[in-house]
């Protein structure tokens, strides 16, 4: 059976599929990256698939199932909730909790040889931190606002500052290790705002790395749209994994296959 894996954020939606449920990665003939602005559409050629989602954005899921119960009604569709994701968690409020970060969480301690502790930066719209623990356990995180949402923020709540939230004024941050002072309002706002997410993000892995059961040696999984703008300034041993939800949902739609066959 063909499987179909959708990460939908708040922002965009990555699918990838493949043609046999394969486990390994080179088997994954599509990849695509939509904005959520887009028509969501997928052009597939096999008439025997199971579509496996993880979805913050309830409004872009709505859209994608109904596409998908007009463009192909014989198709299945799993929509990953909390308890689908296979990690413990240590949080007030499981059911609250982003399928995205316990998605993120279980793939990258899968990647650390299924092993804590670990931490897991994905940064979007929003940026979470979170950590998993040396038992492998779910214990959250923190979440601040990203890049774009924080210029649009300045925006939004100020008279004068300009919206410099599109792709092409980021360009503005120029070399955030060695030329951070602006010499315009908008080169100020945006290198402000990367070098406060920078330290903001260092500060917090710093932080976590010092809690007890933790190490300044625990691994670190990165991944989301907007680190492309801030990885000049984060550490280069870090483990930068692009597409770290989408993985997760990957693997998740394929242990959901293989339980479906055993029933």
Request: one cysteine or more; hydrophobic letters at 40%.
């Amino acid at each position: 059976m063909q499987l179909i894996a959708i990460d939908i954020g708040n922002s965009s939606t990555r699918i990838s599929a493949d043609t046999q449920g394969a486990a390994d990665g080179d088997r994954w003939l599509l990849e695509k990256h939509l904005s959520n602005d887009e028509p969501f559409s997928v052009n597939l050629d096999g008439t025997d698939a199971i579509w496996c989602i993880a979805s913050v954005n309830s409004a872009r899921l709505a859209e994608v199932r109904q596409w998908i119960e007009t463009s192909y009604p014989l198709h299945k569709v799993k929509v990953i909730g909390q308890d689908d994701i296979p990690i413990e968690s240590e949080v007030k409020s499981r059911h609250e909790t982003g399928v995205d970060r316990l998605v993120a969480a279980w793939a990258a301690r899968e990647f650390n040889d299924g092993e804590g502790p670990v931490l897991i930066i994905d940064a979007g719209t929003a940026v979470t931190i979170d950590l998993v623990d040396a038992n492998g356990c779910f214990q959250g995180g923190v979440i601040f606002p990203g890049t774009r949402t924080t210029l649009s923020s300045l925006s939004n709540t100020t008279d004068a500052l300009p919206d410099l939230a599109a792709p092409e004024f980021l360009e503005l941050a120029g070399d955030v290790r060695n030329d951070f002072v602006g010499k315009s309002t908008n080169e100020a706002i945006v290198r402000g705002v990367v070098q406060a997410q920078i330290g903001a993000i260092r500060h917090t892995a710093k932080r976590m790395m010092a809690m007890p059961g933790m190490s300044r040696e625990t691994p670190v999984y990165v991944t989301g749209g907007g680190i492309p703008d801030l990885k000049e300034g984060l550490p280069s041993n870090w483990n930068y994994v692009t597409d770290l939800v989408l993985q997760g949902v990957r693997m998740i739609g394929q242990l959901h296959n293989q339980s479906v066959e055993h029933e």
